[in-house]
């Protein structure tokens, strides 16, 4: 199945530090391409895989589960860190969730975590019955395009195919049970007022992580994908600080230092 214009994975060779950037459950590079765009400005590694399943029709969703999801995020990781001295994770919705189990499951290994609006719980009473519901019918409205911001559309499915999602949800509880192996720092920027993942979720990662160094950042301005809305600057800014702290290659100057 061809892939839908704007759902191509992203990649940019760079310096030193390597940047794994992840997109959300039934959405695509797109809503996050921006964000990576501008860490490879900045001189950074980047890699921005599509994820199976998404950026074509959400029939080929219905074929994939989290395992999946996590293998092409975990294939990513390992690939920057072969070309890579320090490599980040940062994830918008469950592409957060993703980037916690990397780092869970990775350590030392990964330098930091960014996670915008990042998903902890599938929420509404269709949830518990997921077990049962995705057998009756395939899917549910979609949840795409939750935006502040007037002309702003995310590329995503309109549908929510139902294995799927049940699929996610056992994910997230088997994440929440791993959360206190997260020990890296970490940065969380989430929005007051989010459609999709509502702040409660922001609350129980950072509750739960084991990260002595944790920052959290109100995305006042933007809804549930704050990378294309209203803060998606501020995004890009606090997030290339947060590496420049951590990482001894990048530079003064605000840029990653190139291989010699």
Known sequence: MPLLPGAEPFRHDGGEVGVLVCHGFTGSPQSVRPWAESLAERGLSVSLPLLPGHGTRWQDMQ?????DWYAEVDR???ELRERCSEV???????GGALALRLAAKHGAAISGVVLVNPANKVHGLAAKALPVVRHLMPTTAG?????????????????VPLHAAYSFRRFLQQLDAELPEVTQPLLLMHSPEDHVVPPADSARILARVS????????????????????DAELIFEQTHA???RLSAHVGEAGTAATRG
């Open 63 to 67: 074929l994939t589960g989290w395992q």
């Open 242 to 244: 947060f590496i420049s």
């Open 88 to 94: 980040f994770v940062c994830g918008l919705s469950m």
């Open 76 to 78: 990513a990781l390992r």
């Open 211 to 230: 990260s002595r160094d944790l920052t959290e950042r109100l995305l006042e301005r933007s809804y549930h994908v704050a990378t294309l809305d209203h």
């Open 143 to 159: 949840i795409a395009s939750d935006i502040a911001k007037p002309g702003a559309e995310e590329l995503g499915y309109d549908r």
